[in-house]
T-cell receptor, first 111, second 113 residues
């Protein structure tokens, strides 16, 4: 079992809809969680990070964390075709610098 | 800032040859990471350095892989001898002591024939 699990997708949503991306993690020692976006042929780039239970909003993006359920999600409101990419769920343990990446969910936003 | 710089961007070599990948982190960053990305295994951490010192090399697949960071502005990842299963995209990333975000370089696409 991978430490960070994601559905590989593709997740297809129409333009303007809400895209919901989910992941679960197995290490209860994980403290911080990140969502990276990776366009095809490009390098990953950070969208958001979260370390407290609850929701964190930044523009069209909302990250959600539930440590009891070991569940992290990313909501993208008003999805745009430019949001089409692979979204990587990432965890980091307490006092650690190393990141553990999920395998990614491919999102397709249909115009 | 130019961001993290990696070279070469593409490398095609034959099995058994030595391959050296290079990385220049963002100036002032204390941490440097080497990752490998494949379709089968996703993005995996190989090794990371703090202030030029290797901290965790548990992800290095085998002795054929070695990494060095002789100074704060340069790191190399060497594969000797290379094998076809080493074909992947190799990313270098850096971050500061206070930072949460790791900044990734453009990657080196390695193909071993």
């Amino acid at each position: 079992q991978k430490e960070v699990e994601q559905n590989s997708g593709p997740l297809s949503v129409p333009e303007g809809a809400i895209a919901s991306l989910n992941c679960t993690y197995s290490d209860r020692g994980s403290q911080s969680f990140f969502w990276y976006r990776q366009y095809s042929g490009k390098s990953p780039e950070l969208i958001m990070f979260i370390y407290s239970n609850g929701d964190k909003e930044d523009g069209r993006f909302t990250a959600q964390l539930n440590k009891a359920s070991q569940y992290v999600s990313l909501l993208i409101r008003d999805s745009q075709p430019s949001d089409s990419a692979t979204y990587l769920c990432v965890s980091r343990g307490v006092g650690r610098r190393a990141l553990t990446f999920g395998s990614g969910t491919r999102l397709q936003v249909q115009p | 800032d130019a961001g993290v710089i990696q070279s070469p961007r593409h490398e095609v070599t034959e099995m058994g040859q030595e391959v050296t990948l290079r990385c220049k982190p963002i100036s002032g960053h204390d941490y440097l990471f080497w990752y490998r990305q494949t379709m089968m295994r996703g993005l995996e951490l190989l090794i990371y350095f703090n202030n030029n010192v290797p901290i965790d090399d548990s992800g290095m697949p085998e002795d054929r892989f070695s990494a060095k960071m002789p100074n704060a502005s340069f790191s190399t990842l060497k594969i000797q001898p290379s094998e076809p299963r080493d074909s992947a995209v190799y990313f270098c990333a850096s971050t500061s002591e206070q930072g949460n975000e790791q900044f990734f370089g453009p990657g080196t696409r390695l193909t071993v024939l």
